[in-house]
């Protein structure tokens, strides 16, 4: 069982950049299979970002390569977000999530645990 608590999100002008963070406890969280989705009103969560444990390997959604960068730390069981040249087809609510399925990374099916949400809006 793992909990997560996000922090970080708000308000960013378009260009600009923001920070999210995400803290895991429970258990075994070094295990798991750890990821960031987003979800703008009336669409179905989008994948951004996933790291998998064995071996270590990062991913990203092809609308935010290049612009966002995920960032892993186990000793404190903590993940990070973070965005740059920030678009308004970025804003919506962000959530990190963990899961068991290091080759279904991009699946919202396949995680177990989520956070929050946070939410990110960006003006123009």
């Known amino acids: 069982q793992v909990q997560l608590v996000q922090s970080g999100g708000g308000s960013v002008q378009a260009g600009g950049s923001l920070r999210l963070s995400c803290t895991a406890s429970?258990?075994?969280?070094?295990?798991?299979?750890m990821g960031w989705f987003r979800q703008a009103p009336g669409k179905e969560r989008e994948f951004v970002a996933s790291n998998t444990p064995n071996p270590q390997n990062t991913y990203y959604g092809d609308l935010v390569s290049g612009r966002f960068t995920m960032s892993r730390d186990n000793t404190k069981n903590t993940i990070d977000l973070f965005m740059t040249n920030v678009k308004p087809e970025d804003a919506g609510t962000y959530f990190c999530a963990a899961g068991w399925s290091p080759l279904r990374y991009r699946d919202t099916s396949y995680y177990n645990y989520w956070g929050q949400g946070t939410r990110v809006t960006v003006s123009s």
């Open positions: 429970g258990r075994a969280p070094s295990a798991y299979v």
